[in-house]
Nanobody
Framework: QVQVVESGGGAVQAGGSLRLSCAAS????????IGWFRQAPGKEREGFSC????????YSIDSVKGRFTISRDNAKNTVYLQMNSLQPEDTAVYYC???????????????????????RGQGTQVTVSS
């Protein structure tokens, strides 16, 4: 089955950490840029980080910069999102998406939720309690 699947979500206390995985099956992630977005209860979807397929460059919005880190392991066909110093406002369903033509740049992060990615996962819940 050709898809990306997120995993690693869960419930943590404020200040805790989680590592999300975005694993691809049925295709190689090597040439795909990856975007992450999230949707909190009652709020619109928010793009917050991406990693480029071209050179591995990563970009994030200010609210997660310094706390969230994206990395990719092409050998495992997986992209990781390390989330540290989690806060209650980070509570959301987290999604990854893979795109051959998506250009990961600071100005494109906000467009992630609406971009026509080739593959998009079903999401994983992250809940942060105070």
């Amino acid at each position: 089955q050709v898809q990306v699947v997120e995993s690693g979500g869960g419930a943590v206390q404020a200040g805790g950490s989680l590592r999300l995985s975005c694993a691809a099956s049925g295709f190689s992630l090597d040439y795909y840029s990856i975007g992450w977005f999230r949707q909190a209860p009652g709020k619109e979807r928010e793009g917050f980080s991406c990693i480029s397929s071209r050179d591995g460059s990563t970009y994030s919005i200010d609210s997660v910069k310094g706390r969230f880190t994206i990395s990719r392991d092409n050998a495992k066909n997986t992209v990781y999102l390390q989330m540290n110093s989690l806060q209650p406002e980070d509570t959301a369903v987290y999604y990854c998406a893979a795109g051959l033509t998506y250009k990961c740049q600071p100005l494109t992060i906000a467009t992630i939720p609406k971009y026509e990615f080739d593959y998009r996962g079903q999401g994983t819940q992250v809940t942060v309690s105070s």
